[in-house]
C-alpha cells in the first residue's frame, strides 16, 4: 500500500517551454502534497507544500510564479515549470501525506527533468 | 535553521564488512529522523524511523541509533552485501518555518564490491 506515481519519469524540454509533471497517489488519498528538488550529490530540497483545494506554499527562495503547483483532488497534484532553463534541469520528486502534519510521507519514483 | 549533515559522503567497501553511516543536525527539536534508500535515478525507501523519544531502531541488518541532545544519528549496516549498494539519506522531521517539514542531509554513496 502507500504508493505513489509519477509521470513522466523523465522528460527534455527546450529553454523557454514549459513543462508538466503529475503526481498521483494510487492507493490512499493525498490530503497534503510536497514537491522536492534534487540537484546531483545534493539533499532533497523541499520546494513546496500542498493542502488539497488550498494555494501551496512556497520554500524561501523558489519562485511561484516559475513552479506552479495544483492540488485540485486529493490524488493529483501538479508541478508546472514554467519557462524553463537549463538551471531548472533537476530531479523533481514528490511525496504524499494522508494527513496535513507530514508526519506519513510516501514517495513517488522522481522525475528527471533535462532542459537543452 | 535546521542543517543535517551526512559523513563519509562516499563510502566503498567489500562484501561482508559491517560499516556505520554517520548523520548529524543542529537543532535537536526534532519530532523523529528517518533514514531512506535511494537508488541511482529512482525515488525513496523508507528504512527506519525513530521517534524523537527512542533511542534506536532495527529492521533486519539494519540498526539506527538516535542521541538527540547531541544532535546525532547513526545508522549500522550489518555484513554488508552488493544490494545494499546505494545512497542512504538522514532525514529529521520538524516544526519550521510555521509548518512540518522533513529536511535531508545530502546522503551517503555506499559501493559494496563482491
Known amino acids: 500500500g502507500a504508493v505513489v506515481s509519477q509521470h513522466p519519469s523523465w522528460v527534455i524540454c527546450k529553454s523557454g517551454t514549459s513543462v508538466k509533471i503529475e503526481c498521483r497517489s494510487l492507493d490512499f488519498q493525498a490530503t497534503t502534497m510536497f514537491w522536492y528538488r534534487q540537484f546531483p550529490k545534493q539533499s532533497l530540497m523541499l520546494m513546496a507544500t500542498s493542502n488539497e483545494g488550498s494555494k501551496a506554499t512556497y520554500e524561501q527562495g523558489v519562485e511561484k510564479d516559475k513552479f506552479l503547483i495544483n492540488h485540485a483532488s486529493l490524488t493529483l497534484s501538479t508541478l508546472t515549470v514554467t519557462s524553463a532553463h537549463p538551471e531548472d534541469s533537476s530531479f523533481y520528486i514528490c511525496s504524499g501525506s494522508p494527513g496535513t502534519s507530514g508526519y506519513e510521507q510516501y514517495f513517488g519514483p522522481g522525475t528527471r527533468l533535462t532542459v537543452t | 535553521k535546521q542543517e543535517v549533515t551526512q559523513i563519509p559522503a562516499a563510502l566503498s567497501v567489500p562484501e561482508g564488512e559491517n560499516l556505520v553511516l554517520n548523520c548529524s543536525f543542529t537543532?535537536?527539536?526534532?519530532?523523529?529522523l528517518q533514514w531512506f534508500r535511494q537508488d541511482p535515478g529512482k525515488g525513496l525507501t523508507s528504512l527506519l524511523l525513530?521517534?524523537?523519544?527512542?533511542r534506536e531502531q532495527t529492521s533486519g541488518r539494519l540498526n539506527a541509533s538516535l542521541d538527540k541532545s547531541s544532535g546525532r544519528s547513526t545508522l549500522y549496516i550489518a555484513a554488508s552485501q552488493p544490494g545494499d549498494s546505494a545512497t542512504y539519506l538522514c532525514a529529521v522531521f520538524m516544526f519550521s518555518g510555521g509548518y512540518n517539514k522533513l529536511i535531508f542531509g545530502a546522503g551517503t554513496r555506499l559501493a559494496v564490491h563482491p
Open positions: 525513530i521517534q524523537s523519544s527512542q
Open positions: 537543532d535537536s527539536a526534532i519530532y523523529n
